[in-house]
Structure formats: C-alpha cells, structure tokens
C-alpha cells in the first residue's frame, strides 16, 4: 500500500500569502497523483490531478507540481473561500486507492 | 451534469450490516471508462477509500475491508451500493460516493462526489 504523507499538519497564514502543501509518497507514484480542497460540512472537491492539471473550473491561483514521491500543492494568494483542508491521493498502485491525512490552511 | 446521491439508514447496530445505495442522475453507471467509487469519513477524521465498482461492473476493494465489504451495480435503475457486514463503532463516518476515472486524457480523480450520508454504528 502506498502511504501518503502531508505536511505542514496545520498551516496558519493570512489572506493574500501564498501556501505551499507538500505531499509524500512510500514510494514512486510517478505523475498519478491528485489533490482535493474540502470545506466544513462539505465533500471534498478535486482540485488538481495527475500532478499539475487543474481540474474543471479550479482558479489559476491553485497549481500542483512534483513527480515520483515528491509533490506540492501551491496556492499562490489566499483568498478567503481558501480556507479548508487540502488532501493528496494516489492512483498508481491500487487497490487501494489512498489519501494523504490532510494538511489545514487556517486564519492566521 | 451528472449527480450523485446516497440514501440509506442513519443508525446500524453493532454486528449488523450497513447498506448504502448511490443514485445516479445525469450520466449512466455503464459508461466507459468510469469507476463508481465509495470514500468515507469518520468524524473529525481523514478519507478512506472503501471500495469501487467499474462500468463493466468489475469491483475493487480495500483490503482493509475486503473481508465485509460487497459493492454492486443495479444498471436498470442506475445505482450502485455498498453492504458492508459486522460493523462496528469504528465503522461510524459520513459515507460519500463519487465518480472517478483511471485513464489518460480524463480528470483523473474523484471528480464528482455525493453530498454524503452519516452513518452511526450504536445500539
């Protein structure tokens, strides 16, 4: 099984600073990685998949990079509706399809 | 646009199983080339993929689960569900099901989610 894990736990910034997510595969998973945003009370939503492309109708603010184990997730000025959790997943090896524990962008 | 719906029983005791149907609007289960999965999420807690079930109607479990876990597709009414037997307390989350895709040139993710169900293993 591949383990995903995500760091910072919690990252407490303000509106308008850029974030940067990062993402960590046990082992490679080459470009087949994706990331979802999830807010309070709400399913999760995809954000970006196989690494970089931005998934339909996601702003230009977010953008994914990385290959093989290593990936971030940017978001490059906060807006307020920004504030969530950002999980990665990975769908190279699976079953079982995994997802990383979460990284929370709260208000500094 | 296609949506996803579960529908199924709030509370489940201990030992029983839990059943959860997915209704689909807007698009057919039989369609090439998705994957009609089930996610959950325990309260306060992170997501975890269940299992999935293919347009062909070919399943793929968690192994996690596998032992209890039974997904099925019912194409003539265009739903797919989950039973999953002997549950316990720790089988308690909010259930989501969700459309993905495994294949190049296709928003590879869960692209299309449920809004979600809560359900609570007591007695």
């Not at chain 1, 931005?54 to 971030?72: E, L, N």
């Amino acid at each position: 099984e591949v383990v995903l894990t995500q760091s910072p736990a919690t990252l407490s910034l303000s509106p308008g600073e850029g974030a940067t997510l990062s993402c960590r595969a046990s082992q490679t998973v080459y470009s087949y990685l994706a990331w979802y945003q999830q807010k309070p009370g709400q399913a999760p939503r995809l954000l970006i998949y196989d690494a970089s492309n931005r998934a339909t109708g996601i702003p230009t603010r977010f953008s994914g990079s990385g290959s093989g184990t290593d990936f971030t997730l940017t978001i490059s000025s906060l807006e307020p509706e920004d504030f969530a959790v950002y999980y990665c997943q990975q769908r190279y090896a699976w079953p079982p399809l995994t997802f990383g524990g979460g990284t929370k962008v709260e208000i500094k | 646009q296609v949506q996803l719906q579960e529908s199924g029983p709030g509370l489940v005791k201990p030992s029983e199983t839990l059943s959860l149907t997915c209704t689909v609007s807007g698009g057919s289960i039989s369609s090439s080339p998705y994957y009609w999965g089930w996610i959950r999420q325990p309260p306060g807690k992170g997501l975890e993929w269940i299992g999935s079930i293919s347009y062909s109607e070919r399943t793929y479990y968690n192994p996690s689960l596998e032992s209890r876990l039974t997904i099925s597709a019912d194409t003539s009414k265009n739903q797919f569900s989950l039973r999953l037997s002997s549950v316990t307390a720790a089988d308690t989350a909010v259930y989501y099901c969700a459309r993905h895709s495994d294949t190049g040139g296709y928003q590879n993710g869960f692209h299309i989610w449920g809004q979600g169900t809560m359900a609570t293993v007591s007695s």
